[in-house]
């Protein structure tokens, strides 16, 4: 088990481009997160995955933002027309919740800055 | 909507000494969590505390959780220079069919020699 894994780790993109970033959770898990933290801020939730369905969409997730998970495996996360204030570290996490214990795995995170 | 309080939301303390963060949480929950973040890095995850009452302990830190205070606080004991990093607090609120994180804003703990 390796954990969750993130790519890219950084990305730098001029305004208005696009930019998509990947998230593999831990095999086994069947939920999947995707958060976004700004800096000096908690990490605030943009949406969630179980297997394939996304279940939930936070209201942060304009029009501009787009998240899959095709084969409830891996995910994307895209943000279209980026804006300055899209620079944020993304975090992805993930989670079974079996049993008791709903805790979320958390990757390393992409680092997005616009320029 | 469910809201996250810690404070302090910065300490300087001493090494050798001992301090209290708090976590005051608006809305139901049993399930509490903390974490621990260094610059540029991701959420290490430190303690998962799942009923009222729940005290857990690793090394100088120890969380508790009261959920009917909804109050979790996370002390540190003796402190050393390691344990400089932010620290935050999440609720799983578990309710409605939600699923998300509701984090605090963080505790940024500094150690001074």
């Known amino acids: 088990d390796t954990g969750v894994s993130q790519d890219p780790r950084h990305k730098i993109t001029k305004r208005g481009q696009n930019v998509t970033f990947r998230c593999d959770p831990i095999s086994e898990h069947n939920r999947l997160y995707w958060y976004r933290q700004t800096l000096g801020q908690g990490p605030e939730f943009l949406t969630y995955?179980?297997?394939?369905?996304?279940?939930?969409k936070s209201r942060l997730l304009s029009d501009r933002f787009s998240a899959e998970r095709p084969k409830g495996s891996f995910s994307t996360l895209e943000i279209q027309r980026t804006e300055q204030g899209d620079s944020a570290m993304y975090l992805c996490?993930?989670?079974?919740?079996?049993?008791?214990?709903?805790?979320?795995?958390f990757g390393p995170g992409t680092r997005l800055t616009v320029t | 909507e469910l809201k996250v309080e810690q404070n302090p939301l910065f300490l300087s303390m001493q090494e050798g000494k001992n301090y209290t963060i708090y976590c005051n949480y608006s809305?139901?929950?049993?399930?509490l969590y903390w974490y621990r973040q260094d610059p540029g890095k991701s959420l290490e995850s430190l303690f998962v505390l799942l009923s009222n009452g729940a005290v857990k302990q690793e090394g100088r830190l120890m969380a508790s959780l009261d959920t009917k205070a909804r109050l979790s606080t996370l002390h540190i004991t003796a402190a050393v220079h390691d344990l400089s990093a932010t620290y935050f607090c999440?609720?799983?609120?578990?309710?409605?069919?939600?699923?998300?994180?509701?984090f605090g804003k963080g505790t940024k703990l500094t150690v001074n020699p």
């Open positions: 995955f179980q297997n394939e369905a996304q279940l939930e």
């Open positions: 809305t139901t929950s049993d399930r």
């Open positions: 996490a993930s989670s079974s919740r079996t049993g008791a214990n709903y805790e979320q795995y």
């Open positions: 999440a609720v799983d609120p578990s309710w409605g069919g939600s699923e998300k994180l509701v």
